[in-house]
């Protein structure tokens, strides 16, 4: 019963700013590492940055001082606040649960364009 719906993805220029969404239910939010992974073709799907339930943070080195994770313990959300997008950042991006299993959303395209 576990679910993430992910949202906020689109197609934007080089140095614009996204912010995405990722909407869970079944399970306690605030209790879990939330993550954001994601995955450009042809390659491997790659963390970007984690959450956890005290707030610590972490980033890929390709996306830090760029990107910002945040969570929403009301609203069991997590968020990926993306700044300074190049196009190197295009990419299906994943938010991401690990319980007994990993739990993924359905994911959401990112494009920048040059």
């Known amino acids: 019963q576990v679910q993430l719906v992910e949202s906020g993805g689109g197609l934007v220029q080089a140095g614009a700013s996204l912010r995405l969404s990722c909407a869970a239910s079944g399970l306690v939010f605030s209790m879990h590492t939330l993550a954001w992974y994601r995955q450009a073709p042809g390659k491997q799907r790659e963390a970007v940055a984690t959450?956890?339930?005290?707030?610590?943070?972490n980033y890929a080195d390709s996306v830090k001082g760029r990107f910002t994770i945040s969570r929403d313990n009301v609203k069991n959300t997590v968020y990926l606040q993306m700044n300074s997008l190049k196009p190197e950042d295009t990419a299906v991006y994943y938010c991401?649960?690990?319980?007994?299993?990993?739990?993924w959303g359905q994911g959401t395209q990112v494009t920048v364009s040059s």
């Open positions: 959450i956890t339930q005290g707030g610590d943070t």
């Open positions: 991401h649960v690990q319980l007994r299993l990993g739990y």
